[in-house]
């Protein structure tokens, strides 16, 4: 499967802990894009990453959210100390060059915050 | 005011019917236009990318743009129950490289 893939697709957190989602770009691409997905929402747009760089988190809330794109392995979401507010699907999209390139999206890890 | 409003529906509609979706948008610094296809609980997929004002065709999906207007729309022809999603229109500035999503509208065909 040459396709975005993310994991783990379901993840339980008690609040106060950590979740940690993974997100492996479609073979040949470089860029990185997370965005949240809240019930009855659209979509929107976090961070957009290169390998070792953070180009666009403005949509990042600033607190206890942070990402990354190693130069070896997965994009890696991190949110400390949870809140039920977190509670989405979390989307990855990657393409292979930054301007005027399509996003293709990997199925998601979906979030629940008890 | 939301930077893109689209129609959250439902919309039902018969197997074989035309179906039109529809978004408008208000910040004309959007030149890049795409449609998504959300099945439940998975992840979007690309149907549809343009960057111009006009139509354009692919298999029984329409795109159609009308930037003076700032107003865009998915025809979906001879719909099918496995077109049964929610569809999200993306727009794109082209140097924010951060993709804008309509709230999505819930399409179910009926057999």
Request: net charge positive.
């Given at each position: ?51 070792e ?26 949110i ?29 890890t ?5 | ?25 208000s ?25 111009s ?5 692919d ?53």
């Amino acid at each position: 499967n040459a396709g975005v893939m993310q994991n783990p697709r379901h993840l339980v957190r008690r609040r106060g802990q950590e979740a940690r989602l993974r997100c492996s770009p479609m073979k040949g691409h470089s860029h990185v894009y997370w965005y949240r997905q809240l019930p009855e929402e659209g979509l929107k747009f976090m961070v957009y990453l290169q390998k070792e760089n953070i180009i666009d988190e403005s949509g990042m809330p600033k607190e206890r959210f942070s990402a990354e794109f190693p130069k070896e392995g997965p994009s890696i979401l991190r949110i400390q100390q949870v809140v039920r507010g977190d509670s989405a699907a979390y989307f990855c999209a990657s393409s292979d060059r930054g301007i005027q390139e399509t996003q293709y999206f990997g199925p998601g890890t979906r979030l629940l915050v008890l | 005011q939301k930077e893109v409003e689209q129609d959250p529906g439902p919309l039902s509609v018969p197997e074989g019917a035309i179906v039109s979706l529809n978004c408008t948008y208000s910040n004309s610094a959007f030149q890049y236009f795409m449609w998504y296809r959300q099945y439940s609980r998975k992840g979007p997929e690309l149907l549809m990318y343009t960057y111009s004002s006009g139509n354009k065709e692919d298999g029984r999906f329409t795109a159609q743009v009308d930037k003076s207007s700032k107003y865009i729309s998915l025809f979906i022809r001879d719909s099918q129950p496995s077109d049964s999603a929610t569809y999200l229109c993306a727009l794109d500035s082209g140097s924010a490289r951060q993709l804008t999503f309509g709230s999505g509208t819930q399409l179910t065909v009926l057999p």
